[in-house]
């Protein structure tokens, strides 16, 4: 391969874009590392929105042979139809075998390094566009002569995780965060959920959000106060992961405040649990992103450089500095239900 060829593989690759006292066991799985890190599976890194997912995918793509590609899932912002070629019409998608088709051959492709110039070039509406599609093919289709490792970073794919690990035998990491975190980054962003999304999709209402019906109903015919509507959306996501996390000790589930307090620890760990390779040039990539130097907060837009680059162990506590004690309280009050699986009472 030659430096231009590189220097595209590198350009799509990062999209120049122990016991635990709660978890009960270890945060990091450790069920068949030495198969998983023999075997180069495609992998999926999801969780809530605001849990941390672009950080911990590109500290993760940061290793040799990682092709990230970011959030093919979003109704507002997908990758390209040249990187997937579906469009996505409701935030969290819910897709099983039983109406898998029009996704399947899609991510199959895209799982496989498969870029669709075709469709791409249906979309370029100019030459800058159509250079890009280019260049974007033909750094896909190096990393796929090197047999590099699909990571698909996208919380909007978590309702839809099983079927993805199923069919594309992906190895999935779930990024949990506190929920006083989760509602006041969202708050902040003045990000509002369209319930009725959920309520459109009969299949993941039967089969992950049952015991939510009533209460997604009356959120989706009357919008909630802000705080409780976002402390609804985090039960709603948290108790699909604790359910995962029964149903598959092999997956890999990491709280964004432990990687926070500890990034060059937990996330070696993280790369021995996915069989990535760790290095000098990648524990620099993580202190660039995570080390004490950077900022605690941003203001920065949501996807600019800058708010990937934190001083991570401050991050951990911004809620509290932005939170009311009085927002607290009736966060807690409003997750008790499920936040317990996942914090204790010391880390509220």
């Known amino acids: 391969m030659d430096d231009a060829q590189r220097r595209d593989a590198d350009r799509a690759g990062r999209h120049v874009e122990a016991e635990h006292p709660v978890l009960g066991r270890a945060v990091i799985g450790d069920r068949g590392l030495a198969a998983d890190r023999k075997s180069g599976k495609p992998i999926l890194v999801t969780g809530s929105h605001r849990s941390g997912s672009t950080w911990v995918g590109r500290m993760l793509a940061a290793a040799h042979g990682v092709l990230y590609v970011h959030e093919p899932f979003s109704v507002s912002d997908p990758p390209g139809r040249g990187v997937c070629n579906v469009a996505f019409e409701r935030w969290f998608t819910y897709v099983t075998r039983a109406n898998e088709a029009p996704y399947y051959r899609a ?46 970073k996208d919380p909007i794919a978590l309702f839809s995780s099983e079927w993805l690990a199923e069919r594309f035998d992906m190895h999935v990491v779930v990024v949990i965060r506190h929920p006083a975190a989760f509602v006041s980054s969202i ?21 992950v959000l049952a015991p939510f019906a009533h209460e997604i109903g009356d959120a989706g015919r009357q919008v909630p106060e802000f705080v409780d509507e976002a402390a609804l959306l985090w039960r709603v996501i948290h108790h699909a992961v604790a359910r995962f996390r029964e149903r598959h000790p092999e997956w890999t589930f ?12 937990e996330f070696q760990r993280l790369y021995e649990a996915l069989g990535l390779a760790w290095s000098t040039d990648v524990a620099r990539v993580i202190e660039q992103y995570s080390g004490d130097a950077n900022p605690g907060d941003t203001t920065a837009p949501v996807g600019s450089e800058e708010t990937l680059q934190r001083a991570s162990a401050h991050n951990v506590s911004n809620w509290r500095r932005r939170l009311s004690a009085a927002e607290v309280a009736r966060i807690r009050a409003n997750v008790a239900d499920v936040a317990s699986a996942f914090y204790s009472d010391a880390e509220w």
């Open 107 to 152: 991510f199959k492709d895209t799982v496989a390094l498969k870029y669709n110039r075709l469709a791409a070039l249906r979309g370029a509406r100019s030459r800058a566009a159509l250079a890009r599609v280019l260049a974007e093919s033909r750094a896909w289709a190096a990393c796929r002569r090197r047999g590099d490792r699909p990571l698909i």
């Open 187 to 207: 708050t902040r962003l003045g990000w509002r959920h369209p319930f009725t999304h959920f309520l459109e999709q009969p299949l993941m209402m039967r089969d």
């Open 254 to 265: 990491v709280r964004h405040e432990d990687l926070s307090r500890a990034p060059l620890a």
